[in-house]
Every structure is written in structure tokens, then in C-alpha cells.
């Protein structure tokens, strides 16, 4: 009996022992939460802008963010340690809490574009050539048809601005962009010209030209149907 009471008492403190995690194992658990929700949602992985740890908050698109926090629950007294996992608490662009499917909250997803930003694009996912331009690509369709794995070679994002419509060409600003030709700030995204415009205001619209624009054929909305 006495031996089955010093192991039970053994076990109780090995598991308080083990349960007090030191900051910095603290701080690693809490981080992988955020950065593990940034990889199974695109959309803001596609458009981070940055990582608040402190406030434990995800910036992201135009003005998003995605907050965590901890949920309170019952302690044994004396209790010293984990703390409360961090959870995905709200954002204001979309997600809810215990939803892993992305944007299906009580908020209007972003609409994505997506541009073949490699020589061609496709490998398991939608095929285009150097230059093509989804726009209206939904957050599902963008994980699903563009960004199946690191290797297609589409880039997705929020587009900061769209000037223009329609085609037959589009030209996408990943960087600032001028330099002797037309101007705008990154994720722009210019719709409705014809080679010639290109040729004259978008340096031809060839990855690395000096005005930094990458134009390419302008495939409007993106239908998955």
C-alpha cells in the first residue's frame, strides 16, 4: 500500500513537472499555432504582412487581422503550468472561430488574383503561361486550383488596386513600378491594354525589365465550374 502511494505521489509531481513549460518553450508553442494557421489559409500567407507576437495577432491583405487568445479553464489548485493553448479568437476578414475551412464567417472574403509569375505554370494546378492574370479567384479555389503545392508558379494576393478591365493583356506590379514607364505600388494590377501599350508604357512587360511590371494575357474572372 505504501509503495502504491509513493508512486501515485511520484506520478502527480512528474506530471506538474513536466506541465511548467519554461518561457521560451512557451513562446515556440505559441508561435507554431499562429504560423501553422498561416500555412493552412493561402489567402493570408499570400498577402502577410506581419506577425504581432505580443499582441499575438496576424496582419495580413488590406487592414486584416487575425486574433488569438487563450480560453480560461479550470486549475487544479497550485496549478503552475502550460498555460491555456493559444486558439483562433476572430478576424476581421473572414474566418470564425472553429472554422478550418478559411473565409466563411460572418465577413466578405478578399477576392484574389492570381499571376503566373514563373516561365509557365501548372504542375497539378491551372495551366498559364509567364504573365497570366486571374482576377475574382476565390480563397478556396485559390488553395485548391493555383497554389496546390510550392511549385506551380502562381502568386496569389489581395490586389491592392485593379485600374482597368477586361483585356486581351494585364499587366501586375510586384514592386513599385515606373521607372520610364507607368506607376504604382506593389499588388497593382492594370487590366485592359494591348501590346502595343505595353511595349510603349510597361517596358515591354518581360519579368525583370526596368519598370518592373509583369504583363501577360488577361484571363478575367477565374471559374472553377
Known sequence: ????????????????AIAALPPRYQNIKDLDVMVNYIKEHPEIASTLKSIDFFEHTIYFGNNCKTVFGRISTEKPSGWAGPADPLEFMKSNCGDKPGNKTGYRGGFKAPSMS????????????????QGDIFTSVSANDVK??????????????????IRGNGGPEGCYC?????????????????????????????????????????????RGAFSSQ
Open 1 to 16: 500500500m505504501k509503495k502504491f502511494i509513493f508512486l501515485s505521489l511520484m506520478l502527480l509531481f512528474t506530471q506538474y
Open 114 to 129: 492570381c499571376v503566373c509569375s514563373a516561365s509557365a505554370c501548372g504542375n497539378n494546378a491551372v495551366g498559364g503561361d
Open 144 to 161: 485548391a486550383k493555383f497554389i496546390t503545392n510550392p511549385n506551380t508558379g502562381w502568386h496569389c494576393f489581395v490586389p491592392a488596386k
Open 174 to 218: 510586384g514592386k513599385y513600378c515606373g521607372n520610364g514607364g507607368v506607376g504604382a505600388d506593389p499588388d497593382y494590377i492594370d487590366l485592359g491594354l494591348t501590346r502595343d501599350t505595353i511595349n510603349s508604357s510597361y517596358g515591354g512587360g518581360k519579368l525583370g525589365n526596368k519598370t518592373n511590371w509583369l504583363c501577360g494575357n488577361s
